[in-house]
Nanobody, 116 residues
C-alpha cells in the first residue's frame, strides 16, 4: 500500500488549498491519520490528526484555519487549508498509523508555498 499526496501549489496569503492523500489500497486497523509539515530549516511539525473515532487535533498555529477530513470509501484523507499565511509554506506529508505492521505509512510530500 502506498500513500499519494497531492494538491500543493503556490497560493497568495489569505487563499485556500485542499490537500489530498490517497491510499492505493485498504489499510486495516487504523489508529489515526494526519498531516505533518516541514518548512526549510525547521523541524517537522504535526499539523492535524484524525483518530479512528473521528476526533481531531490540530497544531495551535493552524486551529480555526485547517480542517482534516477522511473519506473511508475512497481511502482518502484531506486537509482543507484556509486563510493561508506565508509561515504555512512547507512540504506537507500525510501519514496513517495502524495497529499492524508496518505501523506507519507515509506519503511522499506535497509542497505548499504561500506568497505574501
Amino acid at each position: 500500500v502506498q500513500l499519494q499526496a497531492s494538491g500543493g501549489g503556490l497560493v497568495q496569503a489569505g487563499g485556500s488549498l485542499r490537500l489530498s492523500c490517497a491510499s492505493s489500497g485498504s489499510i486495516f486497523g487504523i489508529n489515526a491519520v494526519g498531516w505533518y509539515r516541514q518548512a526549510p530549516g525547521k523541524q517537522r511539525e504535526l499539523v492535524a490528526t484524525m483518530f479512528s473515532g473521528g476526533s481531531t487535533n490540530y497544531a495551535d498555529s493552524v486551529k480555526g484555519r485547517f480542517t482534516i477530513s477522511r473519506d473511508s470509501a475512497k481511502n482518502t484523507v484531506y486537509l482543507q487549508m484556509n486563510s493561508l499565511k506565508p509561515e504555512d509554506t512547507a512540504v506537507y506529508y500525510c501519514y496513517v498509523n495502524t495497529r499492524y505492521q508496518p505501523l506507519n505509512y507515509w506519503g511522499q510530500g506535497t509542497l505548499v508555498t504561500v506568497s505574501s
